[in-house]
């Protein structure tokens, strides 16, 4: 059964720092698009960051030049590295990671991470 693991949210004061992990497992097959979104109270979950295939990565304009996506396709596992992080990042965080069988997109997320940023 594939899961998505998460890990690394937190409290953390305005300016600050965090980095989120997920591990994708339970798969013969490897993830394809691997992401993260957020979803803060009384709003829609939103992309933050993603990595479609290869070294193509995608930005929410919010997090541009402040937040980092990377990947290590050896342990399928994506990070989140965010920094300068504001009030208006607090929000749970969610993996994301799709993966494509016999021409099928299956598409998982984990089960979230609160980050919240205090001011």
């Known amino acids: 059964q594939v899961q998505l693991v998460e890990s690394g949210g937190g409290l953390v004061q305005a300016g600050g720092s965090l980095r989120l992990s997920c591990a994708f497992s339970g798969s013969i097959f490897s993830a394809n698009a691997m992401g993260w979104y957020r979803q803060a109270p009384g709003k829609q979950r939103e992309l933050v960051a993603d990595?479609?295939?290869?070294?193509?990565?995608n930005y929410a304009d919010s997090v541009k030049g402040r937040f980092t996506i990377s990947r290590d396709n050896t342990k399928n596992t994506v990070y989140l590295q965010m920094n300068s992080l504001k009030p208006e990042d607090t929000a749970v965080y969610y993996c994301?990671?799709?993966?494509?069988?016999?021409?099928?997109?299956?598409?998982?997320w984990g089960q979230g991470t609160q980050v919240t940023v205090s001011s």
């Open positions: 990595n479609p295939s290869g070294d193509s990565t």
């Open positions: 994301h990671a799709d993966q494509f069988r016999r021409g099928v997109k299956y598409d998982y």
